[in-house]
């Protein structure tokens, strides 16, 4: 068989629209897919977003028991040291007045 240019020219239109098809279809699928990619990191990033807040309140709230429990142990010991102050004073009026 003889190559002529014409005997080429005609698989080349088929391949290249089953080619480009194929390759349209192929791109298709990665679109949807990367679609899905982007809604799955979108969908990731609020959970992250809503655990990172919930982490924080109790954080804050862990903090805050804490801060307040601290706070209770020095009124306890200021509450001891003025009443051993006002015991010591009273003892020592009592003494100089009997």
């Not at 194929?22 to 699928?29: H, K, M, S, Y």
């Not at 001891?80 to 006002?86: P, Q």
Request: aromatic residues 10%; contains cysteine.
């Amino acid at each position: 068989m003889d190559f002529t240019p014409a005997s080429t020219s005609s698989p080349l239109p088929h391949c290249h629209t089953h080619c480009q098809c194929t390759f349209w279809g192929f791109e298709l699928g990665v679109d949807s897919i990367s679609q899905a990619v982007a809604q799955a990191q979108e969908q990731l990033c609020q959970a992250m977003e809503v655990k990172e807040v919930e982490d924080l309140c109790q954080w804050m709230e862990k903090s805050w028991e804490a801060q307040m429990s601290e706070w209770d142990s020095v009124v306890k010991l200021v509450d001891k040291e003025l009443a051993t102050e006002a015991v010591g004073m009273l003892w020592w009026r009592w003494r100089r007045s009997g």
